[in-house]
C-alpha cells in the first residue's frame, strides 16, 4: 500500500470563541455574576459540540480534543499537573464544586484583590498570551484528568473519536518559570523526573478510554536548545514510549512555527509513532533536514503545508509539490495547517462587506479546512483530481499580483528614497535631555499612563452607532470630546505629570490606524483571541501602505487645548503594526515596515507642528516578532530599529519620544531598544516583580525608562505600599533621575473605580519616594 492510500486531514486545534463570540461573553458574564458556573459549563459544552460538527462536516477525519480553553492551556496544563501556587490555593482553598474550581482556575490567571495572577507573555512569535506556570524544589504534582477525559468522552459519545492534544513535558518545563520564592539557580526542567509518571498515568487513563492517539505539543523544540536539554528530550521519550503499546495510545509529537534542527533528530530516534512538522516559511527547512536524515521510517507524518499563522489562501500548487516531496520520507503522510488554527478569524464568509475578488485571496481557519481536505484529495488521488480548484486558485493568486491594490508605484519609489540621515535623530540623548527638560519642566520621577483609558459600554455604543449610521459624524465628535474633557480633568485630580487623552475614538491600537491607512483592510468579524477573554480583529496588510491624511492631529490638540500639561501624542509603532496584523506574503516584511514607518514618520512630523511636545510611538510587539532561532535574529533587528528610527526621528531635539513594550522577555532585544533611542520607553514590569531594571541597569540603558507598577491585567487594585515597594526596587537599580513611573499598560480593559483607586495610589506612593530623594 502506498504512503497516499492512507494519508487523513488534520488540524492541531481550532478557534475557541464560537462565530459570535459566545465564549467570551459567558465568561465575562460569569465573572460579573450575571451567569452561574453551570451556566458557563453549558455554554462551552455547547461550542466544543459546535466545533466537532464543523470540523467533521468539513471533512477534517481526525479531529483533536482537549485543545479548548476557558482561558488558555498552558493554565489548563498547570492545573492538570497540579502545578498551583499557594497563593491561590489559599485564596480558593474550596474546590469541591464547579464554582469553586472555576473561581480557583480564574485566581491563577487574573488574580484576586489577596493574590496576585501568574505572570503572562508572548506564545512564541504570536500575538497569543499565556499565563507562565510557577514552578518551585517544592512543588508537588498531582494529575486531576478531568478536562482532557471529559471531552474526549463527550465527543465519543458524539461518535467522534478524537486525538487529545496536551502541552508536551518539555515545552511545559521550559516555558515555566521559578517561583518567586524558589531556590536560586532553579530549573523547572529538573523536575521532569516528576511529571513524567503523570504523563504516563494520563496517557494510560486516556487508552482505557478509547484514545488511539495522543498529541503532545512540543513547540519549545524549534527554539535552539543546548544538548542538556535534547538529552532530556531524549529521556523523556523513552520513558513515555516504554509504557507498553497495548497500555497507552500511539504519540504525535507536534511542532510549529519553525524548524527543528537537531531535536528532529532526536524525534526519528525515539520509539514516538508520529511527527507533526510545519512545512511552510521558514519552517519549510524542515523538509531539507528531514531528507538529510532518510526520513521517518515507517512512522507517520503531519505535514503542516496550510499556514495556520497568516490568513492568505494557500499557493495549492507548492503545497502539493511538498507533499509529494515527503513521498516515501514516512510510512504515512497526513496533512495538516502548520499550527494551530487559533491563530487566524473564524471564517471569511462572516465578512459581509469583502468585495469578492479579495474575499478570494484570503483563507480563514473555515478555508483553511478546505485547503486540507482538497491537498488531502490531492496527495491521495493525484493531481488531475484536484485540477480545477488547482487552476481557479492559480488565476486568483495571479490577479492579486497584478492589482492596483497591492503594488502603488509611488509609495515603492519614496521608501526606495530614504537614506541614512533619515535614522537618525539631529543631536544625541544627552543634549536632547537638556533642552527637553527645560521645556517640559516635569518633577522628578514624573507619573503618567500608557495611553488608553477604560473602554466604556457607552463608548462602544457610540462607534457602533456611528457604524450603523444612527449617529452623525459630528455628535460622535462631540462624544468622543466630551470622554476627553473628562479624562483630562481626572488625570489633573489624580495630580499625574504627563496626561493621555484616553484613547475613546479608538477600537484597537492597530485597527485604528489600519481604518485610515492605504493598503490596510480591516475586518469586522476576523476575532482572534489574544488572551482569555480579550480579542482582536488584526487587520490585513493587502497593498504598499501610505498615509493619506494626518489620523490623530485633531484629538491630540484638542486635548491638549484642555490642559497646560503636556498631552502624549499617541502612535503603535511600525513592528507593531505589522505584528498585529495578517502581513501580506508577497514581500520581504522589512519592506513593509518601511512603508509603515513612513506613514507614521508623517504622523510624528504633524502632531510636532501642531504643538505636541511628547509623542509616544509604542513598539509593544518588538520582542515577540523576534525569530525564534538565534541565526535568524540580526537582520530582523536590523529593520525592526531601523523602521522605528525612521517613523521617529523627524523631530526637533525639544520633542520627546516615548515608546512603550509589555508583555514579553525583553532579555534578547535590550541591545535594539538602547539602538532604537526613544528619550524614554515604558515597560510591563509589576508582574515580573520588576526584573527588566535590573537587565536593563547591566546593560547600561542610556535612556529614560518607565517600569511598570501597577499590573493592569488583573482586577487587584495595588496599595501605596506595594506601588512604593516596586519603585524602590527600581531606584535600586536605575538613577532615579533617569525614571518614569507608570502603568505596565494602556486601561482600556479596567473600570474606572479601579482606575481611579490605583493612580491615586500611584501618585501618593510616587509623592512619598520624591520625599525620600
Known amino acids: 500500500m502506498s504512503t497516499t492510500q492512507t494519508s487523513r486531514a488534520t488540524v492541531y486545534g481550532y478557534p475557541r470563541q464560537g462565530d459570535d463570540r459566545e465564549l467570551k461573553k459567558a465568561t465575562e458574564a460569569y465573572w460579573a455574576g450575571t451567569v452561574s458556573a453551570d451556566e458557563l459549563l453549558a455554554t462551552t459544552r455547547d461550542l466544543r459540540r459546535q466545533r466537532l460538527a464543523l470540523l467533521r462536516d468539513a471533512g477534517i477525519e481526525e479531529i483533536p480534543s482537549n485543545d479548548f480553553s476557558l482561558y488558555d492551556h498552558m493554565l489548563d496544563t498547570a492545573v492538570l499537573l497540579g502545578a498551583i501556587p499557594a497563593r491561590h490555593r489559599e485564596a480558593v482553598p474550596d474546590v469541591s464544586t464547579a464554582k469553586g474550581r472555576l473561581d480557583r482556575y480564574f485566581a491563577m490567571a487574573r488574580g484576586t484583590a489577596q493574590a496576585a495572577p501568574l505572570e503572562m507573555t508572548k506564545w512564541f512569535d504570536t500575538n497569543y498570551h499565556y499565563l507562565v506556570p510557577e514552578l518551585g524544589p517544592e512543588t508537588a504534582f498531582a494529575l486531576d484528568a478531568t478536562k482532557p477525559l471529559a471531552e474526549f468522552t463527550e465527543a465519543r459519545e458524539a461518535g467522534v473519536i478524537t486525538r487529545p492534544v496536551l502541552v508536551g513535558p518539555i515545552t511545559f518545563l521550559l516555558l515555566a518559570k521559578a517561583a518567586p520564592d524558589g531556590s536560586a539557580g532553579f530549573e523547572p526542567l529538573s523536575l521532569l523526573d516528576r511529571i513524567l509518571p503523570l504523563y504516563a498515568?494520563?496517557?494510560?487513563?486516556?487508552?482505557?478510554?478509547?484514545?488511539?492517539?495522543?498529541?503532545?505539543?512540543?513547540?519549545?523544540?524549534?527554539?535552539?536548545?543546548?544538548?542538556?536539554?535534547?538529552?532530556?528530550?531524549?529521556?523523556?521519550?523513552?520513558?513515555?514510549?516504554?509504557?507498553?503499546?497495548?497500555?497507552?495510545?500511539?504519540?504525535?509529537?507536534?511542532?510549529?512555527?519553525?524548524?527543528?534542527?537537531?531535536?528532529?533528530?532526536?524525534?526519528?530516534?525515539?520509539?514516538?509513532?508520529?511527527?507533526?512538522?510545519?512545512?511552510?516559511?521558514?519552517?519549510?527547512?524542515?523538509?531539507?533536514?528531514?531528507?538529510?536524515?532518510?526520513?521517518?521510517?515507517?512512522?507517520?507524518?503531519?505535514?503542516?503545508?496550510?499556514?495556520?499563522?497568516?490568513?492568505?489562501?494557500?499557493?495549492?500548487?507548492?503545497?502539493?509539490?511538498?507533499?509529494?516531496?515527503?513521498?516515501?520520507?514516512?510510512?504515512?503522510?497526513?496533512?495538516?495547517?502548520?499550527?494551530?488554527?487559533?491563530?487566524?478569524?473564524?471564517?471569511?464568509?462572516?465578512?459581509?462587506?469583502?468585495?469578492?475578488?479579495?474575499?478570494?485571496?484570503?483563507?480563514?481557519?473555515?478555508?483553511?479546512?478546505?485547503?486540507?481536505?482538497?491537498?488531502?484529495?490531492?496527495?491521495?488521488?493525484?493531481?488531475?483530481?484536484?485540477?480545477?480548484?488547482?487552476?481557479?486558485?492559480?488565476?486568483?493568486?495571479?490577479?492579486?499580483?497584478?492589482?492596483?491594490?497591492?503594488?502603488?508605484d509611488a509609495v515603492r519609489a519614496r521608501a526606495a528614497a530614504v537614506t541614512d540621515d533619515d535614522l537618525h535623530r539631529a543631536s544625541p540623548y544627552g543634549k536632547r535631555h537638556q533642552v527637553q527638560a527645560e521645556r517640559l519642566a516635569l518633577p522628578a520621577l514624573p507619573t503618567t499612563t500608557i495611553g488608553s483609558f477604560p473602554q466604556t459600554t457607552g463608548l462602544r455604543q457610540a462607534r457602533a452607532a456611528l457604524r450603523a449610521g444612527t449617529l452623525s459624524s459630528d455628535r460622535y465628535v462631540e462624544a468622543m470630546r466630551a470622554e476627553i474633557r473628562q479624562v483630562i480633568a481626572a488625570q489633573e485630580d489624580f495630580g499625574l505629570d504627563v496626561l493621555v487623552h484616553g484613547e475613546p475614538e479608538r477600537n484597537d491600537m492597530v485597527q485604528y490606524f489600519a481604518e485610515q491607512l492605504d493598503g490596510y483592510l480591516a475586518t469586522t468579524q476576523g476575532w482572534v483571541q489574544s488572551y482569555g477573554s480579550r480579542y482582536v480583529r488584526p487587520p490585513i496588510i493587502l497593498g504598499d501602505v501610505s498615509r493619506p491624511e494626518p489620523m490623530t492631529v485633531g484629538w491630540a490638540t484638542y486635548a491638549q487645548s484642555l490642559t497646560d500639561k503636556p498631552v502624549k501624542g499617541m502612535l503603535t509603532g511600525p513592528v507593531t503594526m505589522l505584528a498585529w496584523s495578517f502581513v501580506r506574503d508577497d514581500q520581504p516584511r522589512a519592506d513593509t515596515a518601511r512603508q509603515v514607518a513612513l506613514a507614521l514618520r508623517d504622523e510624528v512630523r504633524d502632531l510636532e507642528a501642531a504643538g505636541i511636545r511628547v509623542i509616544q510611538v509604542d513598539e509593544p510587539a518588538l520582542r515577540e516578532t523576534l525569530p525564534l532561532r538565534q541565526a535568524d535574529r540580526s537582520g530582523y533587528l536590523a529593520w525592526a530599529v531601523e523602521s522605528f528610527r525612521l517613523a521617529t526621528s523627524g523631530v526637533r531635539d525639544e520633542t520627546q519620544i516615548h515608546t512603550h513594550m509589555c508583555y514579553a522577555e525583553f532579555g534578547d532585544v535590550l541591545q535594539a531598544i538602547i539602538d532604537m533611542d526613544a528619550d524614554v520607553i515604558s515597560l510591563e514590569a509589576a508582574r515580573s516583580k520588576m526584573a527588566i531594571v535590573a537587565d536593563l541597569a547591566r546593560a547600561d540603558y542610556p535612556n529614560e525608562v518607565g517600569p511598570g507598577v501597577w499590573d493592569i491585567h488583573s482586577p487587584r487594585v495595588p496599595s501605596v505600599g506595594e506601588i512604593a515597594e516596586h519603585l524602590r526596587v527600581a531606584t535600586d537599580a536605575f538613577p532615579a533621575a533617569r525614571l518614569w513611573v507608570n502603568p505596565d499598560c494602556g486601561l482600556k480593559t479596567r473600570d474606572y473605580p479601579e482606575v481611579r483607586a490605583t493612580l491615586t495610589n500611584l501618585v501618593a506612593a510616587t509623592r512619598q519616594l520624591r520625599a525620600q530623594l
Do not use: M
Request: proline share 4%; with cysteine.
Open 201 to 408: 498515568e494520563l496517557l494510560g487513563e486516556l487508552r482505557a478510554a478509547g484514545a488511539e492517539w495522543v498529541q503532545l505539543d512540543e513547540p519549545a523544540l524549534v527554539l535552539d536548545q543546548p544538548a542538556d536539554v535534547l538529552a532530556e528530550l531524549t529521556r523523556a521519550y523513552a520513558r513515555l514510549t516504554s509504557v507498553p503499546a497495548d497500555r497507552r495510545p500511539k504519540l504525535l509529537v507536534a511542532t510549529y512555527f519553525d524548524r527543528l534542527g537537531d531535536a528532529l533528530g532526536v524525534l526519528r530516534d525515539s520509539d514516538v509513532e508520529g511527527v507533526a512538522l510545519d512545512l511552510v516559511g521558514p519552517a519549510a527547512a524542515n523538509l531539507d533536514d528531514l531528507r538529510a536524515l532518510g526520513g521517518l521510517g515507517e512512522r507517520r507524518l503531519v505535514a503542516g503545508v496550510v499556514n495556520g499563522h497568516n490568513i492568505w489562501a494557500a499557493d495549492l500548487a507548492a503545497a502539493l509539490d511538498t507533499l509529494d516531496a515527503l513521498r516515501g520520507l514516512a510510512g504515512r503522510v497526513d496533512v495538516a495547517a502548520s499550527c494551530s488554527l487559533l491563530h487566524v478569524p473564524l471564517d471569511v464568509a462572516l465578512e459581509r462587506d469583502l468585495d469578492p475578488q479579495v474575499a478570494g485571496w484570503l483563507a480563514f481557519a473555515r478555508q483553511k479546512l478546505d485547503e486540507i481536505v482538497l491537498l488531502t484529495t490531492g496527495l491521495t488521488a493525484g493531481r488531475a483530481a484536484v485540477a480545477e480548484p488547482l487552476r481557479a486558485r492559480a488565476e486568483s493568486l495571479a490577479a492579486r499580483a497584478a492589482s492596483p491594490l497591492v503594488r502603488v
